[in-house]
């Protein structure tokens, strides 16, 4: 952890802000805000002592980074934006092209990294799921994307003509009504990637050991109870990670 002053860490998302204050120790603060409902922002950040720093992880668009760098104004410190790149705090890139990652899948990779140490699949159930990949070395093999939860069962109102309003369901091994099927398929397709995923890591892994899995985003907890592999949620992993960039910057002597 880094020991400078205080950090103010936003995970912008493209349905939520995530954001935490922390002292180089612990998080003083935690906030969760919808991007439509962003400057509500300004009075919960209003009540914060002010940040030394600010680190910022967004994959919502300019819109959202623009209303944000308005809201920081009045502590009148310069948001650094988090990007992807080859190598940074012991991660390695292997994307074709390394800038073109997601900047909020690379800060959780960096986190998860750093929490376990070890082959792992950092799986984060948003607007959509990502399957990322990090290998016993801390390489970054590569991931994939899919729809997540709500944008799946969305997609089939929208496209699929199943239904005109969305149809409760639970899960069944063998669903035997339509919206109990809709929410089976859902939860066996979003379950079976990560699955399928944990399968080609483990076989890519010389020892063929056993992969964790770290689950994190607004549908983590939907879908754990149906993975039958390790794996753990973790909360806020995006800022996690944003702190541990924080640190790293931190211990790098600044040059005159």
Not at 91 to 114: E, F, K, M, T
Request: overall charge negative; some cysteine; charged content about 15%.
């Amino acid at each position: 952890m880094y020991t400078s002053s205080l950090l103010l860490a936003v995970d912008s998302g493209n349905t939520a802000i995530k954001w935490g204050l922390h002292d180089g120790r612990q998080w003083l603060a935690h906030g969760k805000t919808l991007q439509s409902e962003r400057r509500m922002l300004k009075q919960n950040w209003t009540a914060l002592p002010a940040p030394a720093s600010i680190l910022i992880a967004n994959v919502a668009g300019l819109q959202a980074a623009n209303g944000l760098t308005t809201l920081l104004e009045p502590w009148h410190v310069q948001p650094e934006w988090v990007t992807a790149s080859a190598r940074q705090c012991g991660v390695i890139n292997r994307y074709s092209n390394p800038v073109q990652l997601g900047c909020d899948r690379w800060v959780a990779l960096i986190a998860a990294w750093h929490q376990l140490q070890r082959a792992c699949l950092v799986v984060d159930v948003g607007t959509a799921m990502t399957v990322d990949a990090l290998s016993a070395s801390g390489e970054f093999l590569g991931g994939i994307i899919v729809p997540g939860p709500d944008a799946m069962r969305q997609a089939l109102a929208d496209r699929a003509g199943i239904f005109s309003t969305p149809l409760p369901g639970g899960f069944q091994n063998f669903p035997v009504n339509t919206g109990n099927a809709l929410y089976s398929g859902m939860i066996q397709a979003l379950t079976g990637a990560v699955e399928r995923m944990c399968d080609q890591l483990s076989e890519y892994t010389e020892k063929q050991m056993v992969v964790e899995t770290i689950l994190t985003g607004g549908g983590a907890a939907l879908l754990a109870p149906h993975i039958h592999i390790p794996h753990q949620i973790v909360d806020d992993l995006v800022l996690e990670g944003l702190v541990i960039i924080a640190g790293a910057q931190a211990e790098i002597p600044a040059t005159r």
